[in-house]
Structures are given as structure tokens and as C-alpha cells.
């Protein structure tokens, strides 16, 4: 249950944890992997675009990234549908696979884990 970046230009791919703050800064977009849990309900598969890398994982497998929430994607929480970039704790665990695409974009592959088993629920360049 990790993030992982891949960079053409890297020669072995960086671990970065699932975490993000809570609540994405509206202005710049962006989180900080540092921070809380970032959980999604099973059966809404919500997805976040990756613009940047601001700073590549360190090692404590920990980076900052430039995102932007798809409206088609969002949180459920008390029977209302939120903003994706409104990152609240919900139950089930993501892994999240960047790979570099054009320079600034990236493609995330979202999966979803049940009973130990991994399924991809989402893709988005």
C-alpha cells in the first residue's frame, strides 16, 4: 500500500508512502505526503492527476507532487459527494503508480485492496 514513482530518468523507481494532508491546498494544488491517510471508499473510484514532481521522494520515501481532482472523482462521506481534492479518511487503501509521461504529466494507475487481493479500479494520463 505505497505510491510509487517511476522517472524515466531515475535508475531505480522511488517509494513514496500513501499519505496526504487532508484537505489539498485549494490555491496551489498541491499535497504533501507527509501528512494523513489517504483512504477511498470502495466502489467510488476517485482519482487525482499528477501535473509535477516538486520534490522527489526522499529516504523516508517521502515526496512532494503538483495534483489536480478530476470532477468525475470524489469522495463519499455522510451520504454527500465531495470534491476529490478534499482528501478525507474513508476505508479502503490505494496504491497509486506514477509513471513518467511528457515532463510535467504523469499517468496513475488507482487500485483498490480486498482481502489481500489488489485490483486496478482506474486509469488516467
Known amino acids: 500500500r505505497q505510491l510509487l514513482l517511476l522517472h524515466r530518468r531515475w535508475s531505480t523507481a522511488s517509494l513514496v508512502k500513501l499519505l496526504t494532508k487532508e484537505d489539498v491546498d485549494h ?27 516538486i520534490e522527489p521522494a526522499d529516504n523516508q520515501g517521502v515526496a512532494r507532487v503538483g495534483v489536480e481532482y478530476l470532477s468525475e472523482g470524489a469522495f463519499l462521506r455522510k451520504s454527500k459527494w465531495l470534491p476529490l481534492k478534499r482528501a478525507y479518511k474513508v476505508k479502503v487503501m490505494l496504491e497509486m503508480k506514477f509513471i513518467f509521461d ?24
Open 27 to 53: 490555491r496551489t494544488l498541491l499535497f504533501d505526503s507527509r501528512a494523513t491517510n489517504f483512504l477511498l471508499r470502495m466502489g467510488s473510484p476517485a482519482m487525482l492527476q499528477v501535473h509535477l514532481v
Open 102 to 125: 511528457s515532463g510535467v504529466m504523469f499517468q496513475m494507475d488507482v487500485y483498490h485492496f480486498h482481502k489481500g487481493h489488489r485490483s486496478r479500479i482506474a486509469t488516467r494520463l
